[in-house]
């Protein structure tokens, strides 16, 4: 949970709670907001209500539990878990226990009713089901099939109840355009998401001044504790301000609201209404000051180049942000133009997912040569590196191409390797494939914490050829030659053949480290937001000591062929044992070849080049069989490895 909400007292040293912010912000990695001591601080008061409103709402429109997720979660750009699925992960008992919270405390609230423990809920919880915990909430799993519960029986039976097209359709129109339609169309799972879009809008217009110092700390509590793409001050403003406030005052009018309680003034007077929304420029709307503020200037925030980013504030944009360098259609090379900042060139990817493709590859090597001539360093960032979060966001997805693409790849990666200026790579999410190549032939690497590493070419039914089986066969050879081992090479390789042939990918980055594809030196940042700034320093700081490119490899010792045979006598088991298939055993052979140095003598010495003509053919052998072109159709129709 990226979410930590500090509550300041009359009696806490502000000194205090700067000092928290910025051990949570910058070691921990989390995003902090300042609440009032109000019960259930900001996102759980919000948040819960939500819920409950989304409970009432399904109630009155008559949906049932997984048609409520359907529509309440990914479709909204919210946790796909949604509603009642999320409220299983948490304990059912738990979301009782703070929803008890505001039943013991805010009975002068005008939405008190709502904070009525759901008679669903509490039946649940008294029968011992407690949501995932204990097997069985609002839904169950039974064999292998989840079921939902029916409320009226108190069973479970078959669900699947999904959203109807036309307001599937609705849900994809700009956010003005879908509020409207919502509201005026008859179809009753289109009137419930109408409103529970206008009970929450209702509930922090009622209630903003009292639970936190301003709109900014709702909407990032909301998203940062709750997972929604998008707070709920950002989708009012986003729908238009005004006309959204006069329909919600006009509901509560006419009884269809959850309270009478009216809007307050300053959603309808004076600046909010001037600026049309609570979020301008840098600040946002603080009702108890009677005036639009700024964010925390604390130091720890100067590290972020691109903080969290509100809809309708003015923050910088990353795909436009400092001086261009040089642009095409596959990269954009620039530099932070600030005083003091300008000295390291940036380099970020346009392709879809960043993938590598020969465009890539002719810029990444115009910028080299650009940082040689007048700069200190580069940095490979992403601006997808911003989308905290999102498994799908990619450092790099992969390469994309075929021979003679492989070979253009992999001399790209010898320029980035023996570059005279470092190349520092800035990590996070997805680095696979030709992703995690360049990552393992940059200078260093700074790694957000959430950063998925892999050499993931077995899937397509290809080996690595960018250079990644070379640097295995490398560094196995250097760490042997560290504690002169060079004889029992085979015993260094071991952990690189199996994570190439098995296309193991880190489950973080410090998972990472312990496969080989980040050194010990390299640094892991747990805050995304400090990604850029982190890596640019490494740059700038490295040049300042008087930074030399490694002198290329020419005397590598490799295992040979006695290491290749043991490898596959172990690989002839697992075929045999049914564990891989015949075309798993060929590939899993043909990497085995490349990090052992082909058929020569154990303790032979090679140069890189022979590493890389052995991965270029093995990559050539493997494509031209009927079983890797099997695989590379199945990725390409259906997204997912061919087993074969």
């Known amino acids: 949970m990226h979410l ?6 009359d009696t806490t040293q502000p000194q205090i709670l700067e000092q928290l912010e910025t051990f949570l912000t910058s070691v921990m ?15 759980n008061r ?21 048609q409520v997720d359907d ?31 505001m039943q013991d405390n805010l009975p002068d609230d005008p939405f008190f009713p709502l904070y009525e423990t759901p008679a669903v809920l509490a039946g649940l919880v008294k029968n011992g089901a407690l949501g995932q915990k204990s097997g069985a909430g609002f839904y169950n799993k039974e064999d292998k099939a989840i079921k ?94 005004t006309q959204v406030a006069k329909w919600v005052q006009e509901d509560i009018d006419v009884g269809k609201a959850l309270s009478t309680a009216p809007l307050l003034s300053w959603v309808f007077d004076g600046p909010v209404a001037e600026k049309g929304g609570v979020h301008t420029a840098e600040v946002s709307w603080s009702p108890a000051s009677k005036r639009f503020v700024p964010r925390s200037s604390l130091d720890v925030y100067k590290k972020q180049v691109f903080r969290a980013p509100l809809a309708g504030e003015a923050g910088a944009d990353p795909k436009t942000y400092g001086k261009t360098l040089f642009e095409t259609d596959a990269v954009r090379a620039w530099v932070d133009d600030r005083a003091g900042e300008d000295d390291v060139v940036i380099v970020s990817f346009k392709s879809k997912m960043n993938a590598i493709r020969p465009s890539v590859l002719d810029g990444l090597t115009q910028v080299i040569e650009l940082a040689e001539a007048d700069y200190k360093g580069v940095v490979i960032w992403q601006t997808s590196a911003l989308k905290l979060g999102n498994p799908g966001d990619a450092f790099s997805a992969g390469a994309k191409g075929m021979e003679p693409f492989v070979r253009k790849f992999q001399q790209a990666m010898l320029r980035v390797k023996y570059a005279s200026v470092p190349v520092v790579v800035a990590v ?156 798993d055993f060929l590939i899993a052979s043909r990497i085995a070849e490349v990090v052992c140095g082909g058929d020569v003598e154990a303790g032979s010495l090679v140069d890189e080049e022979w590493l890389l003509a052995l991965e270029r053919r093995a990559f050539i052998n493997l494509l031209g069989t009927a079983k890797t072109q099997e695989r590379i159709m199945g990725m390409l129709q259906t997204g997912k490895p061919v087993r074969n």
Not at 29 to 43: E, L, Q, S, Y
Not at 513 to 536: T, W
């Open 46 to 66: 919000v948040g819960i209500f939500s819920i409950l409103a989304v409970v009432a709402e399904a109630e009155k429109f008559g949906l049932h539990f997984d």
């Open 148 to 241: 939902v519960l029916d409320p009226k029986t108190g069973t479970y039976v078959d669900g699947g109840s999904k959203t109807d097209e036309l307001v599937g359709r609705i849900l994809k129109r700009p956010a003005a355009e879908r509020l409207k339609l919502l509201r005026e169309s008859q179809h009753r799972q289109a009137q419930f998401l109408g409103s529970i879009f206008r009970d929450v809008f209702h509930y922090i217009g009622v209630h903003l001044e009292s639970v936190a110092d301003n709109a900014r700390d709702i909407d990032l509590a909301i998203r940062w504790g709750f997972g929604w793409n998008e707070g709920p001050f950002e989708s009012w403003q986003a729908a238009g301000w």
């Open 428 to 583: 996070s999410g997805i680095a696979l494939g030709g992703g995690c190549e360049l990552a393992l032939h940059s200078t260093k690497r700074v790694a957000h914490i959430e950063s998925y590493l892999g050499l993931v070419g077995v899937g397509i039914g290809l080996v690595p050829a960018g250079d990644g089986l070379k640097e295995a066969a490398l560094r196995a050879a250097t760490a042997a030659s560290a504690v002169n081992a060079t004889s029992d090479l085979l015993k260094f390789l071991q952990k690189s053949f199996e994570n190439a042939a098995m296309a193991k990918v880190s489950a973080s980055a410090l998972e990472a480290r312990s496969m080989g594809y980040l050194k010990a030196s390299d640094m892991i940042v747990f805050n995304v937001h400090e990604l850029l700034d982190i890596a640019k320093k490494k740059a700038r700081a490295l040049s300042a000591v008087g930074y030399r490119a490694p002198l290329r490899a020419s005397q590598i010792s490799v295992a040979g062929r006695s290491a290749i045979s043991t490898i596959k006598a172990s690989l002839v088991n697992m075929r045999d044992g049914r564990f891989i298939s015949d075309h």
């Open 71 to 101: 529509l309440t979660g990914a479709r909204l750009g919210r946790a796909k878990s949604a509603t009642f699925r999320t409220a299983d992960v948490v304990g059912l008992d738990t979301m009782a226990q703070v929803i008890k919270t």
């Open 29 to 43: 990695g989390k995003g902090v907001v300042r609440a009032k001591d109000t019960p259930n601080f900001i996102a």
């Open 4 to 9: 930590v909400e500090l509550i300041p007292t």
